[in-house]
């Protein structure tokens, strides 16, 4: 529990980060942190970085992901999106490997920009050119089961 009256905070309520530590606990599973995961790699992967392993478990992985995604945001995504690591983010042991980032995980393997992020197409005349072709592949399909139809009648 907090410091109650000391922190200001009402006698046994919780303080952000406690309540917080709930939600993402430090080195122990959870279902919302595999969920942060989950969205984490998401946004590692448009961005063209490798993703954290999704172990439910809060690490430095994670951790290190989330705020690498937050300081170059506006870097891959064209915008200043947040992806603030939850606060229990941190190990009372430096020397845990668990407390680290994943090694070679911060390399772009290519700029993808917020485009990736929504499933459109970086060129517009990529789009442009997949659009002509689907409905060109339509247009045959459809014209073969008329001549189909046509023919058995």
């Not at 406690?18 to 998401?42: G, V």
Request: net charge neutral; aromatic share 8%; with cysteine.
């Amino acid at each position: 529990m907090g410091l109650g009256i000391l922190s200001g905070a009402p006698i046994g309520a919780l303080t952000e980060e406690e309540r917080e530590a709930q939600i993402y606990p430090w080195h122990k599973f959870s279902r919302d942190t595999l969920e942060l995961q989950r969205y984490t790699n998401q946004a590692l992967q448009a961005a063209g970085l490798c993703p954290v392993p999704m172990s439910g478990v809060l690490d430095g992985a994670t951790c290190g992901a989330r705020n690498h995604l937050n300081i170059h945001a506006k870097e891959y995504f064209g915008e200043d999106y947040r992806f603030f690591p939850p606060l229990t983010c941190r190990s009372d042991d430096p020397t845990d490997p668990l407390s680290k980032p994943t090694a070679g995980c911060f390399q772009p393997t290519g700029k993808q920009g917020l485009l990736k992020l929504t499933g459109e197409s970086e060129n517009p005349e990529q789009t442009r050119r997949n659009w002509i072709l689907m409905g060109g592949a339509l247009s045959a399909v459809l014209a073969a089961v008329l001549l189909v139809k046509q023919r058995s009648a």
